[in-house]
């Protein structure tokens, strides 16, 4: 397998691309799988306008698919309840709520409004 670090309208994809054989005959092969892809970029590519906190443990809110962030509803010092809605996001042409995991107080919040985010990007920061 070969990576290539693709860019499509300003974002970055990472892709592995299997080599595909060719037979005695000079037909192709057909792959038994598709090839893997990440979607989105990994979280030190993407450019935030405020720079990532270090964070030792708490628990770690993470982006579940890539999208934009569309409202963020809690800051750094606010206390959350589990459940409570803490940003909305931008994904497929839909906003999607994003909720605390546990009560606690935040004190991470990586991204801001109008972010790009990719899948399992750590967001914010609740202990």
């Known amino acids: 397998m070969k990576k290539y670090l693709i ?11 299997e080599e595909v054989k060719t037979t005695t005959a ?14 989105g970029v990994s979280p030190s590519q993407i450019k ?12 770690k809110v993470t982006a579940p ?3 934009s962030i569309f409202k963020m509803l809690v800051a750094e010092g606010d206390e959350v ?3 409570q809605t803490i ?3 931008e994904a497929m042409k839909m906003e999607n709520d994003l909720t605390s995991p546990v009560d606690g107080k ?15 990007q750590e967001l914010i920061v609740i202990e």
Do not use: C, H, R, W
């Open 7 to 17: 860019t499509v309208n300003e974002k970055q994809y990472e892709v592995d691309v």
């Open 65 to 67: 698919m890539p999208g």
């Open 26 to 39: 000079g037909a192709f092969q057909t792959l038994k799988s598709a090839p893997k892809m990440k979607s």
């Open 106 to 120: 935040v004190v991470a919040v990586n991204v801001a409004e109008g972010d790009a985010i990719a899948a399992g």
């Open 81 to 83: 309840k589990k459940g």
């Open 87 to 89: 940003l909305v996001f």
């Open 48 to 59: 935030s306008s405020k720079p990532k906190a270090a964070t030792k443990g708490g628990e």
